[in-house]
């Protein structure tokens, strides 16, 4: 087909403006270990094979929005749709050296001196993204891990966690630590029994996996209040307290339905961890040992 005919990447809403205040204040350093900054096209510009078309996503927007959450701390993740381009990501933490860390994209070929720079900027994970294009496969899970493990960068997947059952013995070989996203991406539709989650849980019982405690609406199948998702959460919760980070996914990309509310996001943490000390953890002193932040 030619190029001018080829469909267009569907163009994605902003997210909401006006962040509420949470039902309950984070604690001080709390952190929000998942986010982007997406930049206007004609200075960063989109990868073509990009799986959706975002508006801009500005620092200033995503740290205005924690400041009505209460929220210290961000972890920024290099968007698909900059491919491997982590120039945005990079100025952005050299902005913010004390508030924030990164998780690159970088094709295996990468540079060691462009790696030592990434380290230097803030960046402590390199992201594998088998879920919208744009990403880097699991074909480069190994030479990742071998090339970021002398600057102790972990590795970062986005996989719906169906894929674990064939990917486990790779992950279990690496020596770096590896989180994975979305808290597997795996519907809520399919139950607690589904395969694919059980292999999750059961993966999360090495002390080299991490899991994000992000993107309720993506695993969501009711929508509504995202409450279908708790079981999952408390079940996650219960099998690994100290490896669990939680993440805002602002500004929310790729969502169809209901663009969901910051604050809403981080009051089903409460009821995700309704323990008080475990979720001061999950917010604060889990992310320090990941990321490297300083106590608060």
Known sequence: ???SLKKAPPACQPPDPRPR??????PRGACDCHAHVIGAPDRYPFVPERTYTPPAASADAYLAMHGALGIERGVLVQVSVHGTDNTLLVETLRRYPVRLRGVAVVPPTASDAQLEELSRAGVRGLRLNVMFGGGIGLEALETLAARGAPLGLHLELLLDASALQQLAPRLLRIEVPFVIDHMGLRPTSAGLHDPGFQALLGLLGDAR??????????TSSEGGDFRDTIPFARALVERAPDRLVWGSDWPHVAVPGRMPNDGELLDLLSEWVPDGSLRDRILVENPQRLYGFPPP
Request: cysteine-free; overall charge positive; hydrophobic content about 45%.
């Open 1 to 3: 087909m030619a190029e």
């Open 21 to 26: 205040a949470p039902k309950l204040r984070p």
């Open 209 to 218: 996996a991490w899991l994000k405690l992000a993107g309720s609406y993506r």
